[in-house]
């Protein structure tokens, strides 16, 4: 069995070392376990960050004095070897950050309650030091729980989302070579199937596609934007089909890291994909203008099918491409 303990490890003392932390220690808190010119991504307004003091005085730091009481309330955590590269052992860790909302962030404004923001989180570790890191946070499940969610529209449903049915996202201990590899190479099969789809001369149908790769009771737990789905055929009706039809153009960029490890396997590209938006999406009109997604999905395999998938995509870097800054069309309220 390939052993990921001392990785794990790392990234778990890491994230001790945050749980605490406050605004003014956690610069010292990211050194002790991200080296000092490690790369750090994160998404709009964050973007990329270099060494723990950007990354504290960028994220952390404004985070950490809005949020009150901060947990890492963790679903998902696996390891595995870069399928794409040479690059090392990465760690994936997923869930949502549980605090009390009382000083306003981003320009959201507090509500003194309790919210759930969901977090999917990628680090590179070498030599016991996290050398590279990309934090994904969903602002738009923020601001929707808090009564300001900017945008006309969600073809899905919009809820705080839960871990895996089975309870099992959390692979502290070594897993089944195997059972990996089954993980990868299905999420290899759905790409593939995804590809061959988009360049055949006759096209299965959605669901003869899908239905290849994925349980008919799939959950596809999207990003606020576009939201949650259950069942093949609800997927094909509230997001591929929008996704399909409404943007074009699309052009894949690739992925940073793709692995799996047990039955959880996961990918995030830098952006994974450029697009132009061509119909109404997410309720907004037509912008005729390329732009990025930067995504992760995290899978969970239920025998020979993709049972479950979690996605995060940097919908405000996507959406301040096209002209639409989110964060400076927040209204100012009174403090």
Same mark, same amino acid.
Not at 327 to 334: K, N
């Given at each position: 069995?390939?052993?990921?303990?001392?990785?794990?490890?790392?990234?778990?003392?890491?994230?001790?070392?945050?749980?605490?932390?406050?605004?003014?220690?956690?610069?010292?808190a990211?050194?002790?376990?991200?080296?000092?010119?490690?790369?750090?991504?994160?998404m709009?307004?964050?973007?990329?960050?270099?060494?723990?003091?950007?990354?504290?005085?960028t994220?952390?730091?404004?985070?950490?004095?809005? @949020?009150?009481?901060?947990?890492?309330?963790?679903?998902?955590?696996?390891?595995?070897k870069?399928?794409?590269?040479?690059?090392?052992?990465?760690?994936?860790?997923?869930?949502?950050?549980m605090?009390?909302?009382?000083?306003?962030?981003?320009?959201i404004?507090?509500?003194?309650k309790?919210?759930?923001?969901?977090?999917?989180?990628?680090?590179?570790?070498?030599?016991?030091?996290?050398?590279?890191?990309?934090?994904?946070?969903?602002?738009?499940? +923020?601001?929707a729980?808090?009564?300001?969610?900017?945008?006309?529209?969600?073809?899905?449903?919009?809820?705080?989302?839960?871990?895996?049915?089975?309870?099992?996202?959390?692979?502290?201990?070594?897993?089944?070579?195997?059972e990996?590899?089954?993980?990868?190479? +299905?999420?290899?099969?759905?790409?593939s199937?995804?590809?061959?789809?988009?360049?055949?001369?006759?096209?299965?149908?959605?669901?003869?596609e899908?239905?290849?790769?994925?349980?008919?009771?799939?959950?596809?737990?999207?990003?606020?934007?576009?939201?949650?789905?259950?069942?093949?055929?609800?997927?094909?009706?509230?997001?591929?089909?929008?996704?399909r039809?409404?943007?074009?153009?699309?052009?894949?960029?690739?992925?940073?890291?793709?692995?799996?490890?047990?039955?959880?396997?996961?990918?995030?590209?830098?952006?994974?994909?450029t697009?132009?938006?061509?119909?109404?999406?997410?309720?907004?009109?037509?912008?005729g203008?390329?732009?990025?997604?930067?995504?992760?999905?995290?899978?969970?395999?239920?025998?020979?099918?993709?049972?479950?998938?979690?996605v995060?995509?940097? @919908?405000?870097h996507?959406?301040?491409?096209?002209? +639409?800054?989110?964060?400076?069309?927040?209204?100012?309220?009174?403090r």
């Amino acid at each position: 069995m390939t052993d990921f303990s001392r990785a794990k490890a790392c990234v778990q003392a890491h994230h001790a070392a945050l749980a605490g932390a406050s605004a003014d220690t956690v610069a010292s808190a990211l050194a002790q376990h991200l080296s000092v010119d490690a790369t750090w991504r994160g998404m709009h307004p964050f973007h990329v960050q270099s060494g723990p003091e950007a990354v504290a005085q960028t994220f952390w730091q404004p985070l950490l004095t809005a @949020m009150s009481r901060l947990q890492r309330r963790e679903d998902v955590f696996f390891a595995g070897k870069n399928h794409l590269s040479e690059a090392g052992t990465w760690v994936a860790s997923m869930g949502h950050f549980m605090a009390l909302f009382d000083a306003p962030f981003l320009g959201i404004q507090p509500t003194g309650k309790i919210v759930m923001l969901r977090y999917a989180e990628f680090s590179r570790v070498e030599d016991n030091r996290i050398v590279d890191q990309a934090l994904f946070v969903d602002l738009l499940h +923020l601001m929707a729980q808090v009564g300001q969610y900017p945008l006309p529209g969600m073809t899905g449903a919009q809820l705080v989302q839960p871990g895996p049915m089975t309870h099992d996202g959390l692979l502290r201990d070594p897993q089944d070579p195997h059972e990996s590899e089954k993980t990868l190479d +299905l999420i290899e099969q759905m790409i593939s199937s995804i590809d061959q789809a988009n360049s055949a001369k006759n096209p299965p149908t959605p669901r003869q596609e899908l239905a290849l790769n994925w349980l008919d009771d799939m959950v596809w737990w999207g990003p606020t934007g576009i939201g949650a789905t259950y069942t093949i055929d609800r997927y094909i009706e509230q997001h591929q089909k929008p996704f399909r039809t409404q943007l074009g153009a699309r052009q894949f960029n690739g992925h940073i890291c793709r692995m799996a490890e047990g039955t959880y396997g996961g990918f995030f590209g830098w952006a994974n994909l450029t697009m132009e938006c061509t119909g109404p999406y997410m309720g907004l009109p037509p912008s005729g203008k390329k732009a990025d997604m930067r995504v992760v999905d995290i899978y969970r395999r239920d025998g020979d099918k993709l049972a479950e998938n979690w996605v995060f995509i940097d @919908m405000l870097h996507f959406l301040n491409m096209q002209g +639409l800054d989110v964060l400076a069309q927040l209204p100012v309220r009174a403090r």
